[in-house]
């Protein structure tokens, strides 16, 4: 079965594409800037990881898809910790009950990605579901795990995909990244706030996480420095990119990071800049998307940087390059520090 009306639409960013879906299925009419905005998407974390890359950073918060719907006052059926087959028949049941079910995955483990990389956690809609269908033939499909699909709507494809139900399985439940445990996520109403609230909400609750991550109000990804705390460890720490195993590897995938990856361009901020262009005037914050923009487009030059270190023929080549994007992504710290302390000052206390 398919979910009757549902339609599919690719994206920039897997949280917000599937944001935009779900308020397209219900009508509530929100593009996917709007989306990114009023979930407080705009963010950062830096940490290490023990295997390569060794180095990460991410341009949102872990809790994208949860704020959206507080933001606006929606509630939410939000479970995790679950074993496979209890998640699996609750959201076979909301399925047959014509609900978009928002599951939280390792997008190594979906097949239509073909992709040697772990990424968590990646977000899309499941949208229906064939417990007949053969898919023992998929790369990551296990062959005694059975048969049967399910119909997901992910961000950067065309059209609605087929996942064998042993590979949602196992992206479901990954721990290569983020530890995952078949996160599911369903809307059970319409908004109560109105955009303008909701958008004050949703400024206040990121400028304040970026100057100060231990005043957010949802928990922060153990073993990471965020905020803008985050950027400066990122531009202290590129330097010494040089020692790592893989210098190169760890600079492309920094690059991705920025420019590709459902970022929407410039490590998301020029995702977030239309959402301030969009309500700036009704929450007080008139040229503040000016600002946002120039910050994107000085992302976007470090991302440039970074891809020119990742192509380096030495180590001694590439760090050059590497100090050039230290000094640049410092100044980016100051200028997204200015910007969150005058939002704050402008939009005043809750």
């Not at 991410?58 to 496979?84: C, M």
């Not at 361009?265 to 005037?281: I, K, M, N, Q, T």
């Not at 009704?282 to 470090?302: K, N, P, S």
């Not at 992504?329 to 206390?349: C, F, K, N, S, T």
Request: hydrophobic share 40%; net charge negative.
């Amino acid at each position: 079965m398919r979910l009757d009306g549902f339609e599919h639409a690719p994206g920039a960013h897997c949280g917000s594409t599937s944001l935009r879906n779900l308020a397209a299925y219900h009508g509530w009419g929100f593009d996917e800037p709007t989306c990114f905005g009023l979930a407080s998407g705009l963010g950062f974390h830096y940490r290490e990881l023990d295997e390569s890359p060794h180095r990460m950073f991410v341009g949102r918060p872990l809790w994208l898809e949860r704020a959206f719907f507080e933001n606006l006052g929606i509630e939410t059926t939000d479970r995790e910790g679950e074993d496979w087959a209890t998640a699996w028949a609750a959201v076979r049941e909301r399925l047959d009950e014509g609900d978009p079910v928002m599951a939280f995955v390792d997008l190594y483990y979906l097949d239509y990605y073909d992709t040697s990389t772990h990424f968590a956690p990646h977000s899309l809609l499941l949208v229906g579901y064939d417990e007949d269908a053969d898919a023992t033939e998929a790369p990551h499909a296990d062959p005694d795990a059975g048969t049967g699909v399910v119909y997901t709507s992910d961000s950067e494809f065309e059209t609605v995909q087929a996942l064998p139900l042993s590979s949602l399985r196992a992206a479901w439940s990954s721990d290569a990244v983020v530890p995952l445990s078949n996160r599911y996520l369903i809307a059970e109403g319409d908004p109560p706030v109105g955009v303008a609230v909701a958008a004050e909400r949703a400024i206040r609750a990121t400028a304040s996480y970026m100057l100060d991550p231990e005043t957010a109000r949802y928990p922060l990804l153990s073993g990471a420095t965020h905020g803008v705390p985050g950027i400066r460890a990122l531009a202290a720490d590129l330097p010494a990119w040089t020692d790592l195993p893989d210098p190169g590897w760890t600079a492309r995938f920094a690059y991705q990071n920025v420019e590709r990856r459902g970022t929407g361009g410039g490590a998301f901020r020029e995702l977030y800049a239309p959402f301030l262009d969009a309500v700036g005037a009704a929450v007080g914050l008139e040229g503040f998307a000016d600002r946002m923009h120039r910050i994107a487009d000085g992302w976007t030059a470090v991302g440039a940087t970074l891809r020119e270190a990742s192509r380096a023929d030495s180590t001694a080549d590439l760090a050059p390059s590497l100090d050039a994007a230290s000094e640049s992504v410092a100044d980016l710290a100051d200028r997204e520090a200015a910007l969150y302390e005058d939002a704050l000052a402008a939009i005043g206390p809750a």
